[in-house]
């Protein structure tokens, strides 16, 4: 589904990156091979640095962008901070991750204004 998803906001003429958290290479590298869409991190959410280099590499301003993400006070708070558009999704797993991860996640959608 993701892939088919992907595919059609690039038939869209969208162009979109990964921007993690993550510092494994490892891991990226592992998720790289998967997908063909450029991965950037470690990327230090909330703060925008990244967010903004992306615009620049892509040659759009930050208000033209989308930040869609999962985590309301890492992904979201980094899209408001860069004046980004943002959509805060459900995880790709989220009825499988367990039980901590799930508490977390609904504290943090309690920060959230909707």
């Known amino acids: 589904k993701m892939m088919n998803f992907i595919k059609a906001m690039e038939d869209k003429g969208l162009k979109l990156a990964i921007i993690s958290n993550n510092y494994s290479v490892k891991y990226i590298n592992k998720v790289q091979k998967e997908i063909h869409i450029k991965i950037y991190?470690?990327?230090?959410?909330?703060?925008?640095f990244m967010l903004l280099h992306v615009a620049e590499e892509f040659g759009v301003n930050p208000n033209e962008c989308v930040m869609v993400g999962d985590r309301p006070v890492t992904d979201i708070l980094a899209g408001?901070?860069?004046?980004?558009?943002?959509i805060l999704?459900?995880?790709?797993?989220?009825?499988?991750?367990?039980?901590?991860?799930r508490f977390v996640r609904w504290v943090e959608r309690l920060t959230v204004q909707k």
């Open 89 to 101: 999704v459900d995880g790709i797993d989220a009825n499988n991750e367990n039980l901590p991860t």
């Open 80 to 86: 408001k901070n860069a004046k980004m558009v943002t």
């Open 41 to 48: 991190y470690p990327a230090e959410k909330p703060q925008p």
